[in-house]
Nanobody, 128 residues
Framework: QVQLEESGGGLVQTGGSLRLSCEVFGRTFSDAAMGWFRQAPGKEREFVAAIIKGGWNTHYSDSVKGRFTISRDNAKNTVYLQLNSLKPEDTAVYYC?????????????????????WGQGTQVTVSS
């Protein structure tokens, strides 16, 4: 089975940083475009960041641009999300996602339906 295992969430103060990791098992990681989403209580799941298969091009939501960085290490089957300058409004469960099938070289998915595999989520809480 394909599984995505997330880690790195926690409780930080405003302005702090966290580094989330998501290791992918059960598929060819280099075939997949990857993304990060988040969901705050009572809100819809929101796109955060995406990265192409090769890792040299990325895309971010306006709310996190300049503060968050998505990266990947295909040798480790892992995608990362570096969260800097955190704000209370960043508080949410963060999910990593993988395309289900082979992704084109330049694909950057920004919608939930772009992805077929999801992690269980990791909680990020930012105190004021």
């Amino acid at each position: 089975q394909v599984q995505l295992e997330e880690s790195g969430g926690g409780l930080v103060q405003t302005g702090g940083s966290l580094r989330l990791s998501c290791e992918v098992f059960g598929r060819t990681f280099s075939d997949a475009a990857m993304g990060w989403f988040r969901q705050a209580p009572g809100k819809e799941r929101e796109f955060v960041a995406a990265i192409i298969k090769g890792g040299w091009n990325t895309h971010y939501s306006d709310s996190v641009k300049g503060r968050f960085t998505i990266s990947r290490d295909n040798a480790k089957n892992t995608v990362y999300l570096q969260l800097n300058s955190l704000k209370p409004e960043d508080t949410a469960v963060y999910y990593c996602a993988s395309t289900e099938w082979y992704a084109s070289d330049g694909f950057l998915g920004t919608a939930s339906y772009d992805y077929g595999y999801w992690g269980q989520g990791t909680q990020v809480t930012v105190s004021s």
